[in-house]
């Protein structure tokens, strides 16, 4: 069922059909109204909160002039008869509407929080820009377009155009599939999401990119050799294709940095030198949560950690993203053979190096290179192998 809003006002103009503008009481100001178009959650800690609270609260009568206003999304609207009030028809999401908070979170947040705090708001007023009927795409569009006191990610402006959806989707199938809940951040202070930044859907498409062995390819001519893991939100068309490409792959990652969580968890767990840790950059006085819910950490570590090992997987990918050998018959023994043989003593050189591994990860070409080789040495020798367990039965049939 639609919500009915009353905002209480001075006046109001219309400035088309399908446009409002109104000076509207803030003491009386609905601060329950959906937040579904906006960009990002509000934040009580940010300076642009604080900010608009000091101004409504110290300075009441002169809020209006200060304030760029809110902009909201309707079905619906309609004054009342003695035109003290406008009467606002909100769909919800469930609904298919857009309807709420366009831009102006933190200006609804601090008048709720000023009147918690019973400071009087009797003489606050506010401009309120009210569109009419507007769809998904044309919310979306205005609440990238909106003027913000405060930078807005590049994260929440792809999340906010819809770029994520195809992400989304496939992680609720995974989810029901998997009987288990994923704990991803699209936006900016997303409620619910941690800040561990394993749980940033940027950092699955790090992942997603790490086993792309067309695009990085040490072997090719490209100058790219391995994956980057810096951060890059922007999806184009084609980005999004590629990525679509890649995300059957997504589970496959997600376990193997899973593993690598707890190969390090095991090890320090069990170090030689009770009480010491070896390992760059592994903090055991902090967590870290992964984006599958059901893995949480005694320790933090830095998020790309897992990506050269991850990355090396790619070598055993062909040209569809199918795997060579069946990833069931390698994976947990190859990811000991990488940890045991070349990461541990990494870290370990680091630390007696007295380095982090953080931000250096993605400038280290050489632990990436090394784990590569590693892993064609080793799919050749599984190759050899099943070529020779084959001759050998066609032996055994001829005779």
Known sequence: ??????????????????????????????????????????????ATYRQIFD?????????FERHSGIVLCANKVKPTKNKTELELEVLEACEGG???????????LAFEQARNYK??????????????????????????????????????????????????QFLAKLEREEE?????????????????????VNHL????NCLDRNRYNPESNKRTKHPPVS???????????????????????????????EIIQEHITNPRRKGVNDLASIDTRKNTLLPDSRYSFGFSAPADIAMPIVAAYRVFLDEQYNWIIPFDEFAEDFVQHLWTNYYKKYLVSEKLALNTVGSKICRNPEIWDSLYVSAQSYLNQHLMKMVNSKGREELKLAN
Not at 98 to 108: C, E, K, Q, R
Not at 205 to 208: E, F, G, P, R
Not at 238 to 258: F, G, M, S, V, Y
């Open 205 to 208: 498409i790090k992942l997603m």
């Open 231 to 261: 951060n890059t939100p922007s999806l184009s068309d084609a980005e999004r294709e590629r990525l679509t490409l890649l995300l059957p792959l997504l589970p496959k990652a997600l376990w193997l940095e899973q593993r690598v969580f």
């Open 55 to 63: 101004s409504v609260t110290t300075q009441p009568e002169k809020f």
């Open 1 to 46: 069922m639609p919500k009915i809003y009353r905002l209480k006002i001075d006046n109001y103009v219309s400035a088309n059909n399908h446009c409002m503008i109104a000076t509207v009481h803030v003491d009386t100001f609905p601060t329950d109204l959906p937040l579904e178009p906006n960009i990002r959650e509000p934040n009580k800690k940010s």
């Open 98 to 108: 857009s309807d709420g908070i366009i831009n102006g979170g933190h200006t609804v």
């Open 119 to 168: 400071y009087d708001l009797t003489e606050a007023r506010v401009k309120v820009t009210i569109h009419i009927g507007l769809t998904e795409e044309e919310a979306k569009d205005i609440a990238l377009a909106s003027n913000t006191t405060a930078p807005v990610d590049a994260r929440s402006k792809v999340n906010a155009r819809g770029d994520y959806k195809f992400v989304k």
């Open 180 to 200: 288990t809940k994923f704990r991803i951040a699209y936006y900016q202070n997303q409620t619910g999401a941690p800040k561990s930044p394993q749980c940033n």
